[in-house]
């Protein structure tokens, strides 16, 4: 069942973070009640869960799991992903000022990180006619695929197949968005011929042309 999963460091109501890490999931589910029930009526959701998880790289810290199981209809649907990348953001705002500091989330999982992209570009982003591709990490390939932190790099995909291009949105573990480009698909479908097939050249160009570069090529 497709879901959204974002992983919080405990902190003292929760478990002993000086010692011996007990997790109390009881203790999430209540301070959380008010906060899970409201994800829990949203349309599309299923059902909220709390786990046992680990957070960082290394299994260098505990943590407990939130996962949002959400129908199919969450995924496919554009204006449904983008709300729910909001009211993940809007969980670990809860989350971080019930903690008191500013203890970062954790997230490796791709429909989160996909949720999270388009909430964030979406205010600036015309998203009308695009579909969520997947998120990919581009570098600590050689980590177990739950580990993650700030140094790792995201990158979220939406492709609009009529006018053939990607929209890659990077995003860090924590949630930070870090930027985003366009880039041409040589191949797509469409045009007085059905299907067009753009030259190295013409890629290049429009790639310039769409990520603001004058037409002459970054530094």
């Known amino acids: ?59 260098s810290g505990y943590a407990f799991e939130v996962v949002i199981e959400v129908s199919r209809l969450v995924i496919d649907d554009m204006s449904r992903l983008i709300a ?24 490796s999982d791709s429909t989160t990180l996909g949720a999270v992209a ?19 990490r581009l570098n600590g390939q050689q980590l177990a695929p739950d580990e993650t932190d700030e140094r790792i790099v995201w990158a979220s995909a939406f492709q609009d197949e009529d006018r053939g291009d990607l929209l890659i949105v990077f995003l860090s573990s924590d949630l930070v968005v870090l930027g985003q480009v366009l880039v041409p698909i040589r191949l797509h479908f469409g045009g007085p011929d059905g299907y067009e097939l753009r030259s190295g050249s013409e890629a290049r160009r429009l790639f310039r042309e769409w990520n603001g570069f004058g037409g002459h090529a970054p530094g």
């Open 1 to 59: 069942m497709p879901s959204l999963r974002v992983r919080f460091p405990v902190f003292g109501e929760i478990g002993d973070v000086e010692g011996d890490v007990d997790l109390d999931l009881d203790a999430a589910r209540r301070i959380f009640a008010d906060e899970f029930a409201d994800l829990a009526s949203r349309e599309g959701v299923n059902a909220v869960r709390v786990e046992e998880s680990q957070t960082g790289v290394g299994a």
């Open 84 to 107: 729910f990348g909001g009211w993940v953001l809007w969980l670990v705002d809860k989350v971080r000022r019930r903690r008191g500091d500013a203890a970062p989330p954790t997230v």
């Open 118 to 136: 388009a909430a964030w570009v979406a205010p600036s982003t015309d998203l009308t006619g695009r579909f969520f591709v997947g998120s990919q």
